[in-house]
């Protein structure tokens, strides 16, 4: 298949495979941002969200959405590849570490946006395209790979009888042993859908609590649950960490040797896109969880490094 690149500024993109119309959107309000990010500078993306009061502007542009990445010490010079990378939300905290960037993503308007934000990078490369596609032709050396906030869509895109053992093993074939690969995923069991917020995905009460009764192509875990899947593809070495509250926004990222303290955990009504019912106190409970042993399986969200067995 013959490439066919274009470039935004210094950002290269690489449409080879992309099927011609975007599979994945949220509508007008990308071509929206799309002009924002035309007419802003980084800088002003705070200004800009305060003003259009839209949570599609400040997902897609707040800047502590990086702050699941901007903690993390990658190898100096690192080959990333990013799975599912959107508008670019954490493009930026990866390619200013790291050596190259090869990102991924199904939709063309939300590259566009990512090149845009991004264009004075000279290290960022994104293939459109459903990963199954662009994979056949992505190299085998990643240093690392990220999936942030894309495991949990595995079920709708990769299919199979094990969905997330397939994704999870395609991913780590493009990564070198020794390599990482770095996932961000809610919690189903996270302390905040008994308290009341919404599931993230389907927008309803208590339906990954429930098993998703009514939900098709989406699935999040269980800390056990994502255990046993990285675990049957073969993957012993792997670290849980805990982003507070959740990996979206996150404030603070805790790990079984730094845990959170009695009192600290105090900022939990932060849900922004819908409204949400308040059960219970959040932080008292968490304080009992605490106290318990138990807030590895109660945090709101996951951020686990999963390295890849040496040859």
């Known amino acids: 298949m013959e490439a066919n690149m274009e470039q935004i500024g210094n950002v290269i993109l690489d449409d080879t495979y992309y099927p011609g119309e975007d599979l994945y959107s949220d509508g007008a ?11 802003c500078g980084q800088a002003d993306y ?10 599609a502007v400040m997902y897609h542009l707040a800047h502590e959405r990086e702050n699941i990445l901007s903690w993390y010490s ?44 991004h264009k004075g990078s000279d290290n960022i490369t994104i293939c459109l395209g459903n990963f199954q596609d662009v994979e056949k032709s992505l190299d085998s050396d990643f240093d690392y790979a990220t999936l942030i ?23 780590m074939r493009h990564i070198r042993p020794g390599g990482r690969l770095l996932l961000a995923i809610e919690n189903k069991f996270g ?30 875990f269980t800390k056990p649950e994502l255990e046993k899947i990285i675990e049957e593809c073969g993957y012993s ?19 079984d040797e730094c845990l959170p303290r009695a009192g600290e955990l105090n900022h939990n009504i932060c849900n922004f896109d819908r409204d949400r019912l308040v059960l219970m106190d959040e932080g008292k409970v ?4 605490l106290k318990a042993g138990l807030f590895p399986l109660y945090a709101n969200s996951f951020f686990v490094e999963i390295t890849k067995n040496s040859a």
């Open 149 to 171: 906030g894309v495991f949990e869509y595995g079920r709708g895109y990769i299919g199979g009888d094990k969905p997330y053992h397939g994704f999870l093993t395609a991913v």
């Open 29 to 39: 309000v990308e071509d929206h941002i799309l002009n924002l990010v035309k007419r």
């Open 237 to 255: 070495d792997y670290k849980f960490y805990y982003p507070y509250p959740d990996y979206k926004f996150p404030v603070a990222v805790y790990s």
């Open 191 to 220: 302390l905040k859908y008994w308290a009341g917020c919404r599931e993230d995905h389907v927008g309803t009460y208590f339906e990954g609590l429930e098993g998703y009764p009514h939900t098709e192509g989406v699935r999040t």
């Open 74 to 117: 990658f190898t100096p010079g690192a080959k990333v590849l990013e799975v599912g990378s959107g508008c670019g939300a954490v493009t930026g905290a990866v390619s200013s570490q790291a050596g190259s960037v090869t990102c991924i993503d199904l939709s063309k308007k939300r590259s566009m946006i990512n090149a845009e934000r």
């Open 46 to 55: 705070p200004q800009v969200i305060a003003r259009e009061k839209d949570w």
């Open 286 to 289: 968490y304080d009992q969880i």
